[in-house]
Each structure stands twice: as structure tokens, then as C-alpha cells.
């Protein structure tokens, strides 16, 4: 009786504890039901961000705020902070709330995205974030991907291809002494970026990686597997669209072009 009740409440337990999940509901209320893709001012918390889509900041809000998936502890008062796919800077937004005296160098290619964070970061104060509107790449010779105005710019996106500059991210971790939050977001490119850091991670205390499955490629999970054990990290994967019968439903219905996406949360015990 315990568990049914606990799960039967849990909702509204968490309505009444948890101040940014009513946040969410406002937000999902408010602007759930807007068109896609249709430029919107939001203002949360004691920030406004002018976001392209309105439906993708929301999980954005959720998945940040709300569950805190990039959450880390730190000694330090300056940790430093590689955001991969910053999009329009709510990811920067809570690492600055989280530690405001943080060393963030925030990456995005997709320079229609890119200009929109530049503004929402001076629009919010926030003028200490190094800021380099490239593609986290294997190379510095460029890279042609498919842009999306929302969040899904991606190597693998066949439409809207254009050849965007990169950087290799390698070169940046060389510098750093210690990396203490390595975010990567960075639709489809992670595995291959990985593997040109692998020998660089032990540099690396806390690494949130969003694994993208595309399903007409092959599976690389392993490989990303292999790097964080060689690396000795514990790790964590969760589903953030779950899908029933997956014998039977093998797409994932908001985006049919990858059968797998997960988010892998790695850290350093030692």
C-alpha cells in the first residue's frame, strides 16, 4: 500500500516541494500549445530568454531546472566548464546560478542559434561565458551538418546542409589542468569527438553525454562505454523517451530518424 500511495501522490508531493515544477507546468500551459519554430520571449525564475521554439525550451527547462541532470559538486569556486551544444543558454544560465564564479567556454554551431545565446547571455548579465559559435568537432577544417532553428542541428540531418567551422575539441582539453563539468549535447557527433579525446579525460571529473542512436547506422554505444570504463568512470544511462512494446515500436515517435537516445551521466569516484 506504501508503494501505491507513493506513487499515486507523487505528483502532487512534488508540486508542493519543488517551486521550479510548478514552474514547468506554468510554462508547459502557457506555451506548450504555441506553433513550433515561432520566435518567443521567456521569462523564468529571474531570467528571459528569447528562445526559437518554444516546445524544446520547456523539456530544456525540465531536464535542467527542474531534474537538475547537470548538477555536479565541486571544491572549487571557479569550476571550470565545457559546454558542447550550449544551444540558446539555458545550460549556462543554471551552470552560472549553480556557480557563479564557474570558467564556462560555451560551444555552438549553429550560428542562427550561436547569435541568439550571445544575446540572451548579455540580455541576462552574464558576460564572462567565452563563447565560440563552431561545431565541436575531431578537426578544426569544418563540418557539414543539417541546421535546425530549435535544437537538432546535426551531422546526420539531410536537409538544410551546410558546411559550418569546427574546432577540435582535443586542443581545448590539452590546456585545462582539470575539466570539472564536460557537457556534450552535440546530436550524433559525441561518439567520434570521444574518441579523439579519450586519452585527454582523465583531465575530466563530471561528463553528461547525450547518446544518439540513428537507426540506419551502425550501434556505437560500446565504443562510448569502453572510453568511460578505460578512463575509470562510474557512469549512469537514462531513457528520456521511453517506449513500450520496443519489439514492435522501434522508432522513437518525436524523432523516427533515431531508434536510441540516452543520457549518460559519468563521473570520478577517485
Known sequence: MKL?????FF?????????NYRKFLYLAIVYGSRKRFRSTRISFLNYSLN?????SFIWQFKEIFVDEYYRFESNSENPVIFDCG??????CVYFKKLYPGSRITAFEANPEVANILKENLRNNGIADIRLL????WINSEGLEMGLESADASSIHMKLNR????SVRLRVYLEKEERIDMLKMDIEGAEVNVLIDCKENLSKVRNIFIEFHSYRNEKQRLSEIINILESNNFRYFMKQPEDRTRPFI???NKSNPEIDLQLNIFAYRSD
Do not use: H, M
Not at 11 to 19: A, I, L, P
Not at 51 to 55: E, G, L, S
Not at 86 to 91: F, K, L, Y
Not at 133 to 136: C, E, G, I, S, T
Open 4 to 8: 501505491v500511495l507513493q506513487e499515486l
Open 11 to 19: 505528483g502532487v508531493y512534488k508540486f508542493f516541494t519543488n517551486s
Open 51 to 55: 528562445v526559437p521554439d518554444c516546445q
Open 86 to 91: 550550449a544551444n540558446v543558454g539555458t545550460s
Open 133 to 136: 559559435n563552431k561545431a565541436v
Open 162 to 165: 551546410v558546411k559550418v567551422e
Open 249 to 251: 515500436n522501434r522508432l
